[in-house]
């Protein structure tokens, strides 16, 4: 053998036995945990398309990142200049997200991956068509329903009842003095419409798990939490409401008090579902930018045991969405 060859020989030997090294360095546990988790399907029910600008592409990967297997796709209505998207300031759910044309289009080429929601700006005049039409070709859910209209406005009553003919459930962001007005008030939808099922999201959703939480305008509290606020009763009383554990308000909610949220997640462990809403491309705990990746990781540790965990990663949206 020439210098060369064995000089390369020797490299490929080394190289080889170093990853061994390496590997042999890792508990044979911690391996097949990892593995194990990423063949486990997860169910992201709150992502978007084209979220500020991420390509097709991007999303896709930030998606595989995570784990996901399945991921619904929730649109934005048409843009619109009306009271409803403040003169146009929550267009594309003021995040840039496609319309239900391109959520369609997108799930439809990606079936084995992809679902999509049905979207429209509530007094739009042919809100109702625009919904029922998606609906019609196949859309688990109504929503992201992120606008600036009271709860119990005729519009909205027109959508609930939408919901109840299709049998898909509603999604809405509750965001104080923003989009959705008179979250206090919202527990006369639930008995109104006990045959819809209501997910509730968002900063104002997740600021009133605690009792003590009064001054609305906080967002994104890190006080400690007392049981009992206006989200915890909603999930306990009544059977059609559930939440949606995405973004960093859900995230939050979290951890800002980790004691609170092993029992919260314990108590409501059929009602509470994994979403992601992040905007970021890279999907992983590591970057340090995605939210999604994230809850994810804080579900896992904050469950308590595998049972409640597969609920909240993926038994209780495959139930609610009949995937």
């Given amino acids: ?63 595989e990142a995570m784990g996901v297997t399945t991921t619904i796709l929730l649109p934005a ?17 003021q995040a840039q997200v496609g319309g239900n044309a391109e959520s369609y289009l997108f799930a439809k080429t990606h079936k084995k991956q992809f679902r999509f929601g049905a979207c429209a700006v509530p007094d739009a005049p042919d809100a109702i068509y625009e919904i029922e039409k998606y609906l019609k070709l196949g859309a688990v859910v109504i929503g992201e329903l992120k606008f ?7 519009e909205m009553h027109k959508i609930y009842q939408l919901a109840q003919q299709y049998d898909v459930p509603v ?23 006990p045959k819809v099922n209501f997910i509730g999201h968002a900063q104002t959703w997740w600021a ?11 967002l994104y509290p890190k006080n400690s939490v007392a049981p009992g606020g ?28 980790r004691e609170h949220a092993k029992a919260f997640l314990e108590k409501h462990q059929d009602k509470l579902l994994y979403g992601s809403d992040c905007e970021d491309v890279f999907g992983t705990v ?31 949206a495959k139930r609610l969405f009949k995937l």
């Avoid at 979220?51 to 990967?61: F, G, I, S």
């Avoid at 600036?148 to 005729?154: K, R, T």
Wanted: aromatic fraction near 8%; proline fraction near 3%.
């Fill in 171 to 193: 999604l809405m962001h509750w965001q104080h003095a923003m989009y959705n007005y008179g979250f206090e008030h919202f527990y006369k939808i639930l008995e109104l419409y």
């Fill in 1 to 63: 053998m020439n210098k060369l060859a064995y000089s390369n020989s020797r490299r490929r030997f080394l190289a080889h036995t170093g990853v061994l090294a390496i590997g042999a360095a890792v508990p044979f546990d911690l391996l097949a945990d990892a593995a194990a988790k990423k063949k486990e399907p997860i169910i992201d029910i709150h992502q978007h398309i084209h979220y500020h600008a991420r390509t097709d592409e991007q999303m896709q990967a930030h998606q």
């Fill in 77 to 93: 209505g048409r843009p619109a200049n009306s009271a409803s998207t403040h003169q146009g300031i929550s267009n594309g759910l």
């Fill in 230 to 257: 206006i989200t915890d009763r909603y999930l306990s009383d009544y059977p059609n409401m559930y939440g949606d554990l995405s973004a960093g308000s859900g995230l939050n909610a979290l951890t800002r008090d």
């Fill in 286 to 316: 590591a970057s340090g930018k995605c939210s999604g990746a994230n809850d994810i990781d804080t579900i896992r540790k904050l469950s308590g045991n595998k049972k409640t965990e597969r609920k909240l990663l993926y038994e209780n």
């Fill in 148 to 154: 600036g209209v009271d709860c119990n406005a005729p």
């Fill in 208 to 218: 009133n798990i605690d009792k003590n939480h009064t001054d609305q305008s906080i």
